[in-house]
């Protein structure tokens, strides 16, 4: 999906709403004297968007404390439900997780990040930052260096160049011409590892799932603990398995 590019004249009161909702799903909640703080603007100003929010089933007020509403529960769906790959994934993803016990997660690309649109938990999988409708950068983890190495250069080069290398852990690679070495090497062999890039003590093989272009429509990966996924299974057995799977996705999605 190709980056929109930047609106030089955005509209202030849809970005001060879109501020209000992202430090909410930060800090859970918010009293009016906190957000004003946050915004730097009027209290009576920041009271209005606020109410206006909550009007609307967006924002939830309890005890002088406002939360996100769980309308957004609805637009998330239907946002999801509108790629036909969740459909086709699902089901892999959930015995993927029973076969191999560990986490499974299948993403896409939109705007130059990636998001996570479904997840199975197997019998030993570990709990991360990760969830559903979570933003990450491509670069980070396994499934979003799959799907970037599959995409056109001059995407690829855009998407850094919007959205930059930041690290997360020390092992993330922040350096550009690291970053193509990698790339080229994750198109040589089909799949890309994450070795403690996202998280520290979790390694991860993703697989991309492309189309009649070979261009990356979304990713499958499988994750675990470092000290479990090692040796023959990270870098034979669990590879040899998602490629299997992610063909079949392909086939399936080109044959509707």
């Not at 406002?66 to 439900?81: K, M, S, T």
């Not at 590892?193 to 990966?221: C, K, M, R, W, Y």
Request: charged share 25%; net charge negative.
């Amino acid at each position: 999906m190709a980056i929109p590019p930047a609106v030089n004249r955005p509209v202030g009161t849809i970005e001060r709403a879109i501020e209000i909702m992202e430090y909410l799903k930060a800090h859970d909640t918010a009293t009016v004297s906190e957000m004003t703080a946050h915004l730097d603007c009027a209290k009576s100003t920041t009271h209005r968007y606020m109410k206006t929010l909550a009007a609307n089933s967006l924002l939830v007020e309890d005890d002088n404390e406002y939360q996100l509403g769980i309308r957004f529960l609805d637009y998330g769906e239907v946002a999801r439900n509108k790629y036909r790959l969740y459909d086709e994934a699902k089901p892999r993803v959930d015995e993927l997780a029973e076969e191999t016990e560990e986490k499974i997660w299948c993403a896409v690309e939109e705007h130059g990040r990636s998001v996570h649109i479904y997840g199975a938990q197997g019998k030993h999988s570990v709990q991360t930052y990760a969830r559903v409708g979570h933003r990450n950068y491509l670069h980070q983890h396994a499934a979003g260096k799959a799907i970037l190495a599959h995409l056109p250069d001059s995407q690829i080069t855009e998407t850094i160049d919007r959205h930059g290398l930041p690290g997360r852990t020390p092992q993330t690679i922040t350096d550009r011409d690291e970053l193509w070495e990698e790339i080229e090497a994750i198109r040589d062999r089909g799949y890309a590892f994450n070795f403690q890039e996202s998280v520290e003590g979790l390694h991860a093989v993703g697989a991309p799932i492309t189309d009649e272009n070979d261009t990356a429509i979304g990713a499958i990966s499988v994750s675990g603990p470092a000290s479990r996924l090692e040796g023959t299974i990270l870098r034979d057995e669990l590879p040899t398995l998602l490629l299997g799977v992610v063909n079949e996705i392909g086939i399936n999605m080109a044959h509707p």
